[in-house]
Nanobody, 128 residues
Framework: QVQLVESGGGLVQAGGSLRLSCSSS????????MAWFRQVPGKERMFLTS????????YPASSVKGRFAISRDNAKNMVYLRMNNLTPEDTAVYYCAAKSAYSDSERDYTRWDDFDYWGQGTQVTVSS
């Protein structure tokens, strides 16, 4: 089985930056298509960005282009999300997700049920 564990969340001041990490185990990270989502209580889980297995291609949502950046280090079984210029609207629980099956249409994977594995999430709170 694949296990994913997020870390790096916490309290940050508006305008600041934060780097989230996702540690994977159970399978080689290079076999997995990875993504980040976030969720606010009472709202649906929202896609943020994803990255191809080798890291060559990235598919950010329009809402976070230029502000959030996904990266991966397959040798370390780690995926990262760098967040800049944070605002209180970025306050949410952030999740990493993985999909094992390869597809030529991976850029279209933006729904929560497109993915096979999820971490437990890490809380990010942005103060004014």
């Amino acid at each position: 089985q694949v296990q994913l564990v997020e870390s790096g969340g916490g309290l940050v001041q508006a305008g600041g930056s934060l780097r989230l990490s996702c540690s994977s185990s159970g399978r080689a990270l290079g076999d997995l298509f990875m993504a980040w989502f976030r969720q606010v209580p009472g709202k649906e889980r929202m896609f943020l960005t994803s990255i191809s297995r080798g890291g060559m291609y990235k598919y950010p949502a329009s809402s976070v282009k230029g502000r959030f950046a996904i990266s991966r280090d397959n040798a370390k079984n780690m995926v990262y999300l760098r967040m800049n210029n944070l605002t209180p609207e970025d306050t949410a629980v952030y999740y990493c997700a993985a999909k094992s099956a390869y597809s030529d249409s991976e850029r279209d994977y933006t729904r929560w049920d497109d993915f096979d594995y999820w971490g437990q999430g890490t809380q990010v709170t942005v103060s004014s």
